[in-house]
C-alpha cells in the first residue's frame, strides 16, 4: 500500500496509550502544538504549545478520530470546546510516570474533502413536499 491511501498509526496510538493510562489508573495528558487551527484556551499556550489532561474527570464527550481530538473541557471554570488536529499531537504521556510516545507534527492544512474538521459547513437535505 502507498503511504498516501494508507492510514497514519498515530491516531491509533494515541487511542491504544490513552486507554493504557486509564487501565492503569494514570493521568494521560498530550502536548500539543499549537497554531491557527488548534481550538485550545490560549490564554495557557506558551511557546506555540499547550500541554492537556484528557482524563475522563477532566474532559467530557472526549473522541479521537483518525483527524482531530475533540472534547468538552472546563478551564478557570469556563466551559470550552478544545478541537486538535491528530497531527498537531507531539506527545501523549502518563502525568504520573511520564511513560508514554512521542509523534512527528506535521502541520494541519485544510482540505475541501475534510467535513469534520471544526467550524466546517455540513450540508444539510431539507424534505421538500
Known amino acids: 500500500m502507498s503511504e498516501s491511501s494508507s492510514t497514519s498509526t498515530k491516531p491509533y496510538l494515541i487511542r491504544a ?9 494514570y493521568t494521560p495528558y498530550l502536548a500539543i502544538w499549537v497554531n ?17 489532561s484528557i482524563s475522563q474527570s ?20 469556563v466551559a470550552q470546546e ?23 507534527v506535521i502541520p494541519y492544512t485544510p482540505n475541501e ?3 469534520n474538521e471544526p467550524n466546517a459547513k455540513k450540508k444539510v437535505l431539507k424534505l421538500v413536499k
Open 17 to 25: 496509550l490513552y486507554e493504557w493510562c486509564l487501565d492503569n489508573g
Open 36 to 52: 491557527e487551527y488548534t481550538r485550545v484556551p490560549r490564554q495557557f499556550v506558551q511557546n506555540d504549545e499547550i500541554v492537556l
Open 58 to 77: 477532566a474532559t467530557k464527550d472526549l473522541i479521537i478520530d483518525n483527524e482531530w481530538i475533540s472534547f468538552h473541557a472546563r478551564f478557570g471554570g
Open 82 to 104: 478544545v478541537w486538535v488536529p491528530v497531527n498537531h499531537v507531539m506527545s501523549i504521556f502518563a502525568k504520573e510516570t511520564g511513560e508514554g510516545m512521542g509523534f512527528e
Open 113 to 115: 474533502s475534510t467535513t
